[in-house]
């Protein structure tokens, strides 16, 4: 095993304030009733700054802000224009990206080397994406496109957007939020989750430095309270929600009945499938990117591993000789693959389901891995035998922990895939492409991947079945979310 020297990453390239308001129409203001939470770095868990609050009256206010800032500014605003100010804010986060990167590795406990070569390059490359769009709705196909003979009006904004994002992907979630948002003509209040507000904050500033009109994108910082009084309020028009089924369900029942748009994108369970013709070595980089990216705190992560159990053995075999070489530590050194579990709160719903697994019969492995004494850690693990019944099986544990379980034959794979209450993606690993086309068309799942794992691309739909939510976001399907079509 190769020994690294540190190679940490210089935090002096951020400048983080003691204390952070909420920005509302265009500037920074004191939430009403003083209220404020702390923000941690979850590696060391020192408080890196105190953010705002928001309550009711502060979410009134930023929704006024941006129906104002919808009716007067940029709703009438020629898309051409609106694209230029997403190209200007696309522009601002590559030139900002190094910053922006080490932000969001200090609040959210991310390696490095995620944030700035995964996270930070797909949020620009949404913004320059969506900015292509905002002045060819009318090509989107929604309706009819002006150059057919009845032709009809472009697309139409739908007005306020209330979004509500999670602590896993801060930016990049922001990204999917609020570019296709903008380009299709609407403006927004994002609230950022109560572990991670950070970077969207310096979103904000960003968008003062793009000169985005004020009230445009409004930014309201609060945990879950705040969240509920943004989504139940009567002058938004579109909630656009990512995060648990649990708040997801509770958020479909305070809009029902309501003109609110809603798009749900919630947990998951995917199965990544390894047929016993599947390249091991490319297979197993596939599974532990599947699950140990990003500390398994991904949507989409393949977390139930489903091996054909004559490759069983030796998928294992390698899988375990390459989770001894994974280097957990401090998330700002350029070495590091697993960084810190993002709050106590989820590293507590780790340790839960994984002593549910042993429990209930599971064999628990981890390679040997020294873990730093203070922050949130936990060793990357996996475990075998475990049957669709254990809970490890069918909850989403949301963290580095694999479920492996096998299969015989495909038509048993496919079941033992679709046997969960999710249905948000999917990884199929095999040499035939006929096989490839025969599990991803029985796959009740939103995403397939073929041979590869957590490839993501702004001009690609996203999004679930069944309990993992509707709607799609990324691609021309993104825009239909904030268009009235
Ligand atoms: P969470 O549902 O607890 O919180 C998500 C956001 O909702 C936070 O900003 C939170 O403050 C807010 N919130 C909490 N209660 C609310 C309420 N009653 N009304 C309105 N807002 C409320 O989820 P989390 O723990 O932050 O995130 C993890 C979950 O997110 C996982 O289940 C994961 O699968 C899911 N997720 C899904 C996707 C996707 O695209 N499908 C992407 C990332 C994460």
Request: overall charge negative; some cysteine.
């Amino acid at each position: 095993m190769f020994e690294y020297a540190p190679a940490p990453e210089s935090r002096s390239v951020v400048d983080i304030k003691p204390t952070y308001g909420l920005f509302i129409d265009g500037r920074f203001v004191d939430p009403s009733d003083g209220g404020s939470l702390k923000s941690i770095n979850p590696a060391s868990e020192e408080v890196l700054a105190e953010v705002a609050e928001g309550g009711p009256a502060d979410v009134d206010h930023a929704v006024r802000a941006a129906r104002t800032a919808y009716e007067q500014v940029w709703g009438p605003m020629p898309g051409r224009d609106r694209a230029k100010y997403l190209f200007r804010i696309a522009r601002i986060i590559q030139e900002r990206s190094r910053e922006l990167a080490v932000l969001e590795s200090l609040d959210n406990g991310k390696p490095i080397k995620e944030a700035r070569d995964v996270d930070l390059p797909l949020v620009a490359a949404h913004f320059f994406y969506y900015a292509g769009w905002a002045d060819k709705l009318a090509y989107a196909g929604f309706g009819r496109p002006p150059t057919s003979q009845h032709s009809g009006p472009d697309p139409q904004p739908l007005g306020v957007a209330a979004q509500v994002i999670p602590w896993n992907f801060p930016l990049l979630m922001l990204a999917w939020k609020i570019a296709p948002a903008l380009a299709a003509g609407n403006t927004v209040v994002l609230k950022p989750a109560e572990t991670t507000p950070l970077t969207a904050l310096l979103f904000a500033e960003i968008c003062q430095q793009a000169d985005l009109p004020a009230g445009v994108v409004n930014i309201v910082t609060g945990a879950g309270e705040t969240g509920r009084a943004l989504v139940e309020h009567p002058g938004v028009d579109k909630v656009a929600f990512t995060g648990s089924t649990e708040v997801g369900r509770a958020i479909a029942r305070a809009v029902a009945g309501t003109r609110k748009k809603l798009t749900l994108e919630l947990g998951g369970k995917a199965a990544n499938i390894v047929f016993d013709d599947a390249p091991v070595d490319q297979a197993v980089e596939g599974i532990v990117n599947g699950i140990f990216f990003n500390q398994g705190h991904v949507c989409c992560a393949g977390s139930r591993l489903l091996v054909q159990e004559s490759v069983a053995d030796q998928v294992l075999e390698s899988l375990k000789r390459r989770m001894a070489r994974l280097r957990v530590g401090d998330p700002l050194d350029k070495n590091t693959d697993i960084g810190a579990i993002n709050s106590a709160a989820q590293l507590a719903r780790i340790r839960e389901l994984s002593d549910a697994g042993s429990a209930e019969g599971a064999q628990r492995w981890s390679p040997p891995c020294e873990l730093p004494e203070r922050g949130f850690w936990f060793a990357p693990t996996i475990f075998t035998g475990v049957t669709q019944a254990h809970r490890i099986a069918r909850e989403e544990i949301f963290g580095p922990v694999l479920s492996v379980l096998t299969f015989r034959t495909p038509a048993e794979a496919v079941e033992k895939a679709n046997n969960t209450p999710y249905g948000l993606s999917a990884g199929i690993w095999t040499d035939k492409g006929s096989r490839i086309l025969w599990t991803a068309d029985r796959l009740r799942a939103g995403v397939v991947w073929a041979n590869t794992f957590n490839k993501f691309d702004p001009t690609s739909p996203f999004g679930g079945y069944k309990e993992s939510g509707y709607g799609r976001e990324g691609g021309r399907h993104g825009l239909e979310a904030y268009l009235n079509v």
